[in-house]
C-alpha cells in the first residue's frame, strides 16, 4: 500500500519560513504528480501547489513568490520550502500523489496523514 509520511510542520512566527517534506514509499515516484494541499480551521480543503511527472511546477496565486516544491527522485521525497509566511497560511498541509498535474484533490489517489502549521502574528 502506499505510503505519503509528511514532517516538517510547526509554529513559526509571521514572516518565517518552514520546510515540509513528504516521503512516499510503495510507488513509481517519477510516475505520480506530488501535491500540497492544507486545511484550515473552518475551511475547505485547498490546492498549495504540485509538481508534476513532467517536472512541472504549479501554485496557488495565495503562495506564488513565497513557497516553492522541489522534488527528490533519488529519496522518493517532495519537498516544501514555505517563505515569508503569514497567519493566514495557518492550516494542516497534506501530501498527496496522483496521476494527473491538477488542482483538484478528487483526482490525487493517496494522501498523508497532514501536518499542522501554525503561524502567529
Known amino acids: 500500500q502506499v505510503q505519503l509520511v509528511e514532517s516538517g510542520g510547526g509554529l513559526v512566527q509571521a514572516g518565517g519560513s518552514l520546510r515540509l517534506s513528504c516521503a512516499a514509499s510503495r510507488l513509481i515516484f517519477s510516475s505520480y504528480t506530488m501535491g500540497w494541499f492544507r486545511r484550515a480551521p473552518g475551511k475547505e480543503r485547498e490546492f498549495v501547489a504540485a509538481f508534476s511527472w513532467r517536472d512541472a511546477t504549479y501554485f496557488a496565486d495565495s503562495v506564488k513568490g513565497r513557497f516553492t516544491i522541489s522534488r527528490d527522485g533519488a529519496k522518493n521525497t517532495v519537498l516544501l520550502q514555505m517563505d515569508s509566511l503569514k497567519p493566514e497560511d495557518t492550516a494542516v498541509y497534506y501530501c498527496?500523489?496522483?496521476?494527473?498535474?491538477?488542482?483538484?484533490?478528487?483526482?490525487?489517489?493517496?494522501w498523508g496523514q497532514g501536518t499542522q502549521v501554525t503561524v502567529s502574528s
Open positions: 498527496a500523489a496522483g496521476y494527473r498535474a491538477t488542482t483538484y484533490s478528487t483526482q490525487y489517489a493517496h
